[in-house]
């Protein structure tokens, strides 16, 4: 797929070259999405928001890697969120009990085809887990924690993404580990034991 | 076993996960791995995080995020195209009033010794009676000197009536100087040779042909000076314009930026 050969197409007007672009990128920036904000439903309407802005400033693009680009939007969306909800914080209705809503509304326990129910529940808790640590660092640590960690990008693009330098990534990244690794020997028991970590080596 | 590492070596061990130290970092790096049991720990943790993190299920997106052409801003191009616009307005507005504020200030600097003066001289010359000076193109009158003596000896306030006073008196500040006077001769005066140097020979000397008959008062305030005091009082509306549209335009910019 020549990205550059699409976003040129979408300049002229051609909304099918950059839809996919959206089929391509849409899957990391949901889960990006969804990581930074632990919201489903919060991660589809930034993830939709962010895809709509590209299409405007789709002029701003100047080269380079369209993944970072996008994915920064992805991840200007996320802030803006964020800072909504510090600003307008929602308080839900009824009390929130994850559990319930796992058993009720998960629709991998309708599945045939998917892995043995002793799978999907260790890899739950990993999720569950691996979501209730990343919720717990500060947003900067956060985002670069996903994106190089979770994602697989690379520092370079990180760095073009948050606009920041490739030390502070490096810095960031670190940070981010040593409290995720303390946040996960919490969850010591719930992991899967390829995963259990030694709980030693306090800084 | 509890270890205290830096927060430095935190951050090579987690660059060296990823392959990001150069070859003389990692080099020293490894040789104290061997040496440190609590780095090595420290190490397998880091890559059991990274490793948990990386098994963490991936959500695939709910539904494809694809734009219809409705979702499509048309608009875009149409804000977005003022932009520029705007920014230039306002960079140029904003050159203008630097210029005007350059121009109001830079002649008050350059001028402000003399201008420090004035004030005080100015207040000394209103504080004293305008001489007012008449230079008479007939003989001098008998037993005044031939014409000298200043003002005292022509004022209004110290004539005795009986000298001939060729122009009625007015208040020096509102009499405009008078060309001639139609009713002295200019030929009844013989012409003089006597050359005056001194700026006119007003009061001593005779008077040049075209000025004789004219009552020269000081004028208080030069026309130029007048024209200026005038002109001074838009430039700082000028100046406050210039700088609120600049300041409008740049918000003009940011806000279709935004769109």
């Given at each position: 797929?020549?990205?550059?050969?699409?976003?040129?197409?979408?300049?002229?007007?051609?909304?099918?070259?950059?839809?996919?672009?959206?089929?391509?990128?849409?899957?990391?920036?949901?889960?990006?999405?969804?990581?930074?904000?632990?919201?489903?439903?919060?991660?589809?309407?930034?993830?939709?928001?962010?895809?709509?802005?590209?299409?405007?400033?789709?002029?701003d693009f100047r080269g380079g890697s369209f993944k970072a680009w996008v994915m920064r939007m992805v991840t200007n969306a996320c802030y803006d969120e964020?800072?909504?909800?510090?600003?307008?914080?929602?308080?839900?209705?009824?009390?929130?009990?994850?559990?319930?809503?796992?058993?009720?509304?998960?629709?991998?326990?309708?599945?045939?085809?998917?892995?043995?129910?002793?799978?999907?529940?260790?890899?739950?808790?990993?999720?569950?887990?691996?979501?209730?640590?990343?919720?717990?660092?500060?947003?900067?640590?956060?985002?670069?924690?996903?994106?190089?960690?979770?994602?697989?990008?690379?520092?370079?693009?990180?760095?073009?993404?948050?606009?920041?330098?490739?030390?502070?990534?490096?810095?960031?990244?670190?940070?981010?580990?040593?409290?995720?690794?303390?946040?996960?020997?919490?969850?010591?028991?719930?992991?899967?034991?390829?995963?259990?970590?030694?709980?030693?080596?306090?800084? | 076993?509890?270890?205290?590492?830096?927060?430095?070596?935190?951050?090579?061990?987690?660059?060296?996960?990823?392959?990001?130290?150069?070859?003389?970092?990692?080099?020293?790096?490894?040789?104290?791995?061997?040496?440190?049991?609590?780095?090595?720990?420290?190490?397998?943790?880091?890559?059991?995080?990274?490793?948990?993190?990386?098994?963490?299920?991936?959500?695939?997106?709910?539904?494809?995020?694809?734009?219809?052409?409705?979702?499509?801003?048309?608009?875009?191009?149409?804000?977005?195209?003022?932009?520029?616009?705007?920014?230039?307005?306002?960079?140029?507005?904003?050159?203008?009033?630097?210029?005007?504020?350059?121009?109001?200030?830079?002649?008050?600097?350059?001028?402000?010794?003399?201008?420090?003066?004035?004030?005080?001289?100015?207040?000394?010359?209103?504080?004293?009676?305008?001489?007012?000076?008449?230079?008479?193109?007939?003989?001098?009158?008998?037993?005044?000197?031939?014409?000298?003596?200043?003002?005292?000896?022509?004022?209004?306030?110290?004539?005795?009536?009986?000298?001939?006073?060729?122009?009625?008196?007015?208040?020096?500040?509102?009499?405009?100087?008078?060309?001639?006077?139609?009713?002295?001769?200019?030929?009844?005066?013989?012409?003089?040779?006597?050359?005056?140097?001194?700026?006119?020979?007003?009061?001593?000397?005779?008077?040049?042909?075209?000025?004789?008959?004219?009552?020269?008062?000081?004028?208080?305030?030069?026309?130029?000076?007048?024209?200026?005091?005038?002109?001074?009082?838009?430039?700082?509306?000028?100046?406050?314009?210039?700088?609120?549209?600049?300041?409008?335009?740049?918000?003009?910019?940011?806000?279709?930026?935004?769109?």
């Open positions: 797929m020549d990205e550059l050969a699409l976003v040129h197409a979408a300049l002229q007007g051609d909304l099918d070259a950059f839809n996919r672009l959206v089929l391509a990128y849409q899957d990391m920036a949901f889960n990006v999405s969804y990581r930074m904000l632990s919201d489903e439903d919060a991660a589809e309407d930034v993830t939709q928001t962010a895809f709509i802005s590209a299409y405007r400033h789709l002029a964020l800072r909504r909800r510090q600003r307008r914080p929602t308080v839900p209705l009824t009390p929130y009990d994850p559990d319930e809503e796992e058993e009720m509304e998960s629709p991998a326990w309708l599945a045939d085809d998917s892995p043995s129910p002793e799978e999907q529940v260790s890899a739950a808790e990993l999720d569950r887990a691996v979501q209730h640590c990343l919720q717990e660092l500060p947003d900067e640590f956060r985002v670069v924690a996903v994106m190089v960690d979770v994602e697989g990008m690379d520092y370079q693009e990180v760095a073009v993404v948050i606009g920041k330098p490739l030390g502070t990534i490096k810095s960031r990244l670190a940070r981010a580990r040593l409290k995720l690794r303390d946040c996960l020997q919490g969850f010591w028991e719930l992991l899967p034991a390829k995963f259990r970590l030694s709980g030693e080596g306090q800084p | 076993m509890k270890t205290q590492i830096t927060n430095r070596e935190w951050q090579q061990l987690s660059d060296f996960l990823d392959a990001r130290l150069s070859p003389r970092e990692q080099a020293d790096l490894e040789k104290r791995l061997a040496d440190r049991a609590d780095l090595r720990v420290c190490l397998e943790d880091l890559k059991q995080t990274r490793a948990v993190l990386k098994a963490a299920p991936h959500r695939r997106a709910p539904r494809n995020f694809t734009l219809r052409p409705e979702m499509a801003p048309a608009r875009r191009k149409l804000w977005r195209g003022w932009v520029p616009t705007f920014s230039f307005a306002s960079i140029a507005a904003t050159f203008v009033a630097g210029v005007m504020l350059l121009g109001q200030f830079l002649p008050m600097a350059s001028q402000a010794p003399m201008m420090a003066s004035a004030p005080e001289a100015a207040t000394k010359e209103l504080s004293e009676p305008t001489p007012m000076i008449i230079t008479w193109g007939n003989p001098s009158p008998v037993g005044m000197g031939m014409g000298g003596g200043g003002g005292p000896e022509t004022s209004p306030g110290l004539s005795d009536g009986k000298m001939p006073v060729p122009t009625p008196v007015t208040p020096p500040t509102l009499l405009p100087a008078i060309p001639n006077q139609p009713d002295s001769p200019p030929d009844a005066v013989a012409p003089h040779t006597i050359e005056d140097n001194s700026g006119g020979g007003l009061i001593l000397g005779l008077p040049a042909e075209a000025e004789q008959g004219q009552v020269i008062t000081a004028d208080p305030l030069p026309r130029d000076a007048e024209a200026d005091h005038q002109s001074g009082g838009w430039q700082p509306w000028v100046t406050a314009g210039a700088f609120g549209l600049a300041i409008l335009f740049a918000v003009l910019a940011l806000r279709f930026r935004r769109r």
